[in-house]
């Protein structure tokens, strides 16, 4: 895992020190990524320079350093992140004609000697794992980026200052001499409805971020910015999967998936440095675990976060899940004094605004792996594969058995709702068996979604934090996305099949992966997934929906398997979430930071934001008739973001 930047002069017209010069500033501002070693690459007569910082994973020594060059210096390779089937590439190599020999055992070395050999969009889909790369061809002077299929590495790039560049954070971008990017109102309007900034954008006018699955190709002679062209589509992995379902029995399914996690979960052990899970006691995280203890000869080291504030701490389902699977268990306190400490920090670590609460305690626990293990693996993907999301569950049959009222009186059942504060909701439903987690604040949110136009508006709303972010924002307003084009959805899809596509192509990696990639990192962290091994996800897609929804519940499959290793009744309970209580902290310890940065005053001056909406909200949250936890949050992440880069 590591850090990539780089540039590239279309005039030509820099000497080498200087193009040196820039990719050092970029790579520095990148050195949390990697702390271990730090690289550069020039080609001054094609304008070309490569910054690399190195965390080192798989072969220590300095044959695992980059950029890496081939032999003959025709391909020279910065790559961020881990090419997980390596071993068995290599396998592949040595029996090709004229293979030139190893210098190392890097999971890069073998990369690049595989692009030599087969070109790279065959290396590409013969490869699996996460990353980001750039590869300079310098026979053929074309530069050329990469991105994994499903999101998990970032990469940036725009035209700046006369310069092409790219790097795996924005920060390396800013680093560039006299770089002061403009805000993208647009993307400030959808960041205010979605919590995050989709892809293809990014905050600033003229960056923009590489989708997952596509490759940009560009020259030193080039005008402009080349259209990124796919390598691999989720939507064709999702009309592959319906047109070739399975037709076994669920238990045949079962024993198929479980190998394919086996094996994925296996490949994303390899590693020269220690390793754990992050456990959060729910059915992804227990389940890769197990996995991992399955096929370790000691006890692996296992991490969760713990709150006082039981509605919310996960710890002791994790420590019993711990102990039945024999893991070496580590837990985090988080109190809400810490909390308010830690807030500060955000923006350095999301240096673009990101407004999932759960950044948070991803980010403190992420501190504390850190200190005893280099790589972790974690249970993202499976919510979006395998129907996790309460919206999986409860849309369809909502939309079933109210989609056909009339939208005043669905109008007339939401304002019911609302009516009720969720405080009080938590009372009256919290005593309930299976009662989900603040029932109150899911009523509300289900009260947002009931006038829904259609089963895609009805999507839309239950994901959309400020429903009409024009009339928060002083101009622009939110443009079309994924979500709105329905022509690009994979066709023959029920309503949840729906939902998980467009959570996998949108809100999972602009959103989680985001998430876990900076909070990680930050703390010199790789987080390893393997749920999104495209093996796994392409039989996920191949699934019917019994194997995924039943009985008012989601992951119906993985339930099964995970079974085989711990008792249900250790997992067996409603979703909670990877969250923190921020209802009640912005009620107290975060109240006062949350006015400073919200006041009215302070809004006016900045120009954005209507005050209004804004302070409504916030009266609304305090006196405890709504919960505006997601919608407060969203804004005082933006607040805190401009506060320190703009």
């Given amino acids: 895992m590591c850090g990539i930047a780089g540039v590239l002069d279309p005039k030509r017209a820099l000497p080498a020190e200087a193009l040196r010069g820039l990719a050092r500033r970029m790579s520095l501002a990148l050195a949390h990524r990697g702390p271990d070693d730090e690289g550069l690459f020039v080609d001054a007569g094609a304008g070309l320079a490569l910054g690399h910082r190195r965390l080192a994973i798989i072969d220590l020594s300095r044959a695992g350093a980059q950029p890496m060059a081939t032999g003959d210096g025709r391909l020279t390779l910065v790559l961020n992140g881990e090419i997980y089937n390596f071993p068995e590439l290599r396998r592949l190599l040595e029996t090709?004609?004229?293979?030139?020999?190893?210098?190392?055992?890097?999971?890069?070395?073998?990369?690049?000697?595989?692009?030599?050999?087969?070109?790279?969009?065959?290396?590409?889909?013969r490869s699996r794992g996460m990353f980001?790369?750039?590869?300079?061809?310098?026979?053929?002077?074309t530069l050329t980026l990469a991105r994994d299929r499903m999101g998990e590495k970032p990469l940036y790039y725009g035209l700046l200052g006369g310069l092409f560049a790219f790097a795996s954070e924005l920060k390396a971008l800013r680093a560039l001499p006299g770089i002061s990017p403009d805000l993208d109102h647009e993307a400030l309007a959808l960041y205010l409805r979605l919590s995050c900034v989709p892809a293809p954008r990014s905050i600033y006018r003229d960056v923009r971020k590489l989708p997952p699955g596509c490759l940009?190709?560009?020259?030193?002679?080039?005008?402009g910015l080349p259209e990124p062209q796919a390598y691999w589509s989720l939507a064709d992995s999702v009309e592959r999967g319906l047109a070739e379902p399975f037709t076994g029995s669920e238990e045949e399914a079962s024993i198929e998936l479980e190998a394919l996690l086996r094996d994925a979960v296996l490949g994303q052990m390899r590693a020269d440095v220690p390793l754990g899970a992050l456990l959060s006691g729910g059915i992804d995280s227990s389940l890769v675990t197990a996995l991992m203890q399955a096929q370790s000869p000691?006890?692996?080291k296992t991490f969760t976060v713990t709150f006082a504030e039981a509605a919310y701490d996960e710890g002791r389902e994790a420590a019993r899940l711990a102990r039945a699977l024999g893991t070496d268990h580590n837990a985090l306190f988080l109190a809400p004094g810490q909390a308010l400490e830690a807030v500060a920090g955000l923006p350095d670590i999301f240096d673009e605004p990101l407004g999932d609460a759960s950044m948070l305690p991803t980010a403190l626990v992420a501190r504390l792996i850190r200190r005893q293990v280099t790589v972790c693996l974690t249970g993202d993907g499976g919510d979006e594969l395998f129907a996790?999301?309460?919206?999986?569950?409860?849309?369809?049959p909502l939309w079933r058995g109210l989609g056909h009222a009339p939208r005043p009186l669905r109008r007339?059942?939401?304002?019911?709702?609302?009516?009720?504060?969720?405080?009080v909701w938590d009372t009256l439903l919290g005593r309930l068996p299976r009662a989900p987690r603040n029932p109150g604040l899911k009523l509300h949110k289900l009260a947002q979604a009931l006038p829904a136009s259609g089963p895609g508006d009805l999507y839309r709303r239950l994901v959309t934090v400020w429903p009409r972010p024009q009339a928060l924002l002083l101009d622009h307003r939110a443009p079309q996305t994924l979500l709105e084009r329905s022509d690009l959805w994979p066709q023959g899809q029920d309503l949840t099949g729906a939902m998980q596509f467009l959570d996998a192509a949108c809100y999972l990696p602009d959103d989680v992966l985001v998430k876990m990639d900076r909070a990680a990192m930050a703390a010199s962290l790789e987080p390893r997934a393997p749920f999104l091994d495209h093996r796994v996800a392409a039989m996920a897609w191949r699934l019917p929906l019994s194997m995924k929804v039943t009985g008012g519940q989601g992951k119906r499959i993985l339930r099964r398997i995970l079974q085989r290793f711990v008792p249900a009744g250790l997992f067996d309970r409603p979703k909670t979430g990877f969250g923190l209580p921020l209802d009640s902290w912005l009620r107290g310890p975060l109240r006062n930071w949350a006015r400073a940065l919200l006041d009215p005053a302070r809004l006016r001056r900045q120009g954005l934001l209507q005050p209004e909406p804004v302070q409504a909200a916030l009266d609304e949250?305090?006196?405890?008739?709504?919960?505006?936890?997601?919608?407060l949050w969203n804004v005082l992440m933006l607040q805190a973001w401009l506060e320190r880069w703009m």
């Fill in 96 to 125: 090709s004609p004229g293979f030139p020999g190893w210098r190392g055992t890097s999971d890069t070395e073998t990369f690049l000697e595989a692009v030599a050999a087969w070109g790279l969009e065959t290396a590409l889909d």
């Fill in 132 to 141: 980001a790369l750039a590869l300079w061809d310098a026979r053929e002077r």
């Fill in 216 to 223: 940009l190709r560009l020259t030193p002679e080039q005008d």
């Fill in 298 to 300: 000691r006890p692996v």
């Fill in 388 to 396: 996790g999301y309460n919206r999986h569950v409860w849309g369809p």
């Fill in 412 to 423: 007339i059942l939401a304002a019911g709702i609302r009516a009720v504060p969720p405080g």
């Fill in 621 to 631: 949250h305090l006196s405890g008739r709504r919960d505006r936890q997601q919608r």
